[in-house]
């Protein structure tokens, strides 16, 4: 049985760093994708980041910021941000998908598998 699980989430002040932990389970690398989401109160859910067994890619809009690991034996991908602002603020998700390792999605409606979601506050 799939499962994914969010962790990590709270609240910093402006500048900030958080590190956020996706951890798995049913499932390896070499045959799911992870993808990272976030949605701001009021506003679409958005992709972050997507992660296989030799791929990570990170969106343009939060890369110089935001970094992504993971750990193939623990099947667990970390989503370490940086430098946080309070347009960050929101709901943070991860999931998963059935792919190949050179597959790597960033759409919403790509993704199977969801996690309940960790909330981040950036606020002073």
């Known amino acids: 049985q799939v499962q994914v699980v969010e962790s990590g989430g709270g609240s910093v002040q402006p500048g900030g760093s958080l590190r956020l932990t996706c951890t798995t389970s049913?499932?390896?690398?070499?045959?799911?994708?992870i993808g990272w989401f976030r949605q701001a109160p009021g506003k679409e859910r958005e992709g972050i980041s997507c992660v296989t067994s030799i791929y990570i890619r990170v969106l343009g809009s939060v890369k110089d910021r935001f970094s992504i690991s993971r750990d193939n034996v623990k099947v667990t991908a970390y989503l370490e941000m940086n430098n946080l602002k309070p347009e960050d603020t929101g709901v943070y998700y991860c999931?998963?998908?059935?792919?190949?390792?050179?597959?790597?999605?960033?759409?919403?409606?790509?993704?199977?598998?969801w996690g309940q979601g960790t909330q981040v506050t950036v606020s002073s």
């Open positions: 999931a998963a998908v059935p792919s190949q390792p050179a597959m790597c999605y960033i759409a919403r409606t790509d993704y199977t598998y």
């Open positions: 049913g499932f390896t690398l070499d045959t799911y994708a």
